[in-house]
């Protein structure tokens, strides 16, 4: 598996580098100009390495073949080209740790923060690899960029090495998957696979085929705006009403950081706004669709309280659907999930599957018709300054991704 680290490491870091952070706010696809130019070098980079179909559409998506050797289904693989929007991931500066020596890491650009084995268990497993962060400031973006590299890395290694048996096989890099607009409805004609693979996994093993339900709310408030010194018995704060709305919300059974295994949340990330009007912004999760309408359910009548006590606001809670548990069409054919574990067991690597706290483009391509589980890509700690991955992980995923074309090579599943 040595063979493919240099190669990892390189594209790797050169992804990371590119500003692709998405955001929910906007209504063009992709969702941020930033996407364009790392969708731009990736249809070039196919081109170059000989994948044929290359194609980069008008909503977003590069498309490429990787031609079959033998028959055998289509198999479609997918990786997502933007950083979620909830930290900083502008400027990001990749940097590698050669050998790592097991002790805490440190970040140039931070000096108080600390990445620690003791605190990471899973990191503690890794010493000897050659570790990849960012500088203290940014998130890393392997969350997917690590997955980008994997495909690149396996699809030049295919091309240029045509006795390796495979059926053919279809690449998709997407934008806006953190914003949940990953998979535009036109992906899966497409696409044209008969089931598909996510490389946006976390540590190594994992082969997942059950996710969250997820939908995402907005509620909005319009106070009475007037001037403060004469605003006795006349203002009507929207802060206030937002601040309102929060706490009455579960504070230690209903959150993130209160909620762990099969648990779901009402998760309030984002407040903006002034005295005269607010914005609130939720995620709804849970594994079950009764459970997430529960939630939805909950959320809308604490702001039918909230407005039933200030008459004088204006309290709006919209609620919209964002993808649904992969696990409601996948457990009625596992057949892509058993290629997997049984490629995962060639390389020796025993699969683990454990239910995604979170959702993936393959959540939504299932749910449009693609079976498409998740597979690891030794991403760890997303979404924040501690990000960190292993190239060695990445080269484990590689090879799973080579096992798998060999695996699904006249399986004639489909």
Partial sequence: MTQFDAELESRLIRYAAIDSQSSETSETAPSTPEQWDILRL?????REIGA?????????????????????????LLAHVDTAPQFHASGVKPRVIKGWNGGDITFPDAPGLVLSPAEFPYLAEKQGHDIITASGTTLLGADDKAGVAIIMTAARHLLQNPQIARPTLRIAFTPDEEIGRGVDSRVPKDLAADFAYTFDGGAVGEVEYESFSADGAVVQITGVSIHPGYAKDKMVNALHLAA????????VTMTPETTGDRDGFIHVYEMTGSSAEATL???????EL????AKGKLLQKVCEAVQLGEPRAQITCTIRPQYRNMRYWLEKDMTPVELARKAARKIGVEPVSVPIRGGTDGSRLTEMGVPCPNLFTGMQNIHGPLEWISVQDMAV?????????QEAAGSGAK
């Fill in 397 to 405: 995923a590689t090879a799973l991704c080579l096992e798998l074309a």
């Fill in 52 to 76: 044929s179909d290359v194609v980069l559409s008008e909503y977003g998506t590069v498309f490429a073949t990787i031609p079959g050797t033998v028959p055998g289904p289509v198999v479609g």
């Fill in 290 to 293: 009764d459970g997430l309408a």
């Fill in 42 to 46: 990736l249809e070039a980079e196919l």
């Fill in 281 to 287: 912004r939720f995620i709804l999760r849970d594994f």
């Fill in 244 to 251: 309102r709305i929060i706490d009455t919300l579960p504070h």
